[in-house]
């Protein structure tokens, strides 16, 4: 079976380390987990291997966090994947910092990157990881807020719950979506 990871970001020195970025952080980590390194390819830095028998193919795209749609229509077409064998990686303002949900499908939730997903698939039924980045900000600050890097308290703890999202993630390919959601959330 193949499964597609998708993690979310936007490229560019001055995004690195931003909570937008966290899904391109959690990509990275996986990297490891699946032996595997990223080349540039269409729309993509793209990188497949193994877990557990599973075929993982990973893609960080290039059209910016509320582009993205148009990269993951192209991999999935291209290596001909279900919807069900997707996951979308992304940050979330409305869960506490560091807070992980798995969800099997929903709305966007005002994630203009699920937005452009939706749009590009005409589809919310795929699995989606929302990494908590918490909302402190003024009200009109959501998009200087989320381009922000984490605090140094935040910083501390990032690298234990990118290992825990990571590993979640590859639970999802591994067990399923329902399984991996009633051990993780």
Same mark, same amino acid.
């Given at each position: 079976?193949?499964?597609?990871?998708i993690?979310l970001?936007? %490229?560019g020195?001055?995004y690195?380390?931003?909570?937008?970025n966290?899904?391109?952080e959690i990509?990275d980590?996986?990297?490891?987990k %699946?032996?595997s390194?990223?080349?540039?390819d269409?729309h993509?830095?793209?990188a497949k291997g193994?877990f $557990?028998?599973?075929n993982?193919?990973?893609?960080?795209p290039?059209?910016?966090?509320?582009n993205?749609?148009?990269?993951v229509?192209?991999?999935?077409n291209k290596? $001909?994947?279900?919807?069900?064998?997707?996951?979308? *990686? %992304?940050?979330?303002?409305?869960?506490p910092?560091?807070k992980?949900r798995?969800?099997?499908?929903?709305s966007?939730?005002?994630h203009?990157g699920?937005?452009?997903i939706?749009?590009?698939l005409?589809?919310s039924?795929y699995?989606?990881l929302?990494?908590?980045v918490?909302n402190?900000?003024r009200p009109?600050?959501?998009?200087?807020y989320?381009?922000e890097?984490?605090?140094?308290d935040?910083?501390?703890?990032?690298p %234990?719950n990118?290992e825990l999202?990571?590993? *979640?993630?590859l639970?999802?390919?591994?067990?399923?979506?329902e399984?991996?959601m009633n051990e993780?959330n």
């Open positions: 079976m193949k499964y597609l990871i993690g970001g936007n %490229i020195k001055e690195e380390n931003t909570r937008h966290i899904g391109f990509a980590n996986l990297l490891n %699946i032996d390194k990223f080349e540039l269409k993509a830095f793209y193994k $557990k028998g599973k993982i193919h990973l893609i960080k290039l059209n910016y966090v509320n993205s749609g148009k990269a229509k192209y991999w999935i290596l $001909k994947i279900p919807i069900k064998n997707i996951l979308v *990686i %992304i940050d979330d303002i409305s869960l910092f560091a992980i798995l969800k099997n499908k929903g966007d939730g005002g203009n699920l937005k452009s939706n749009h590009s005409n589809s039924n699995a989606r929302r990494f908590g918490g402190n900000f009109g600050y959501q998009s200087k989320v381009l890097s984490f605090s140094n935040e910083q501390k703890e990032l %234990i990118i999202a990571s590993d *979640i993630s639970n999802f390919c591994h067990l399923g979506v399984r991996t993780f």
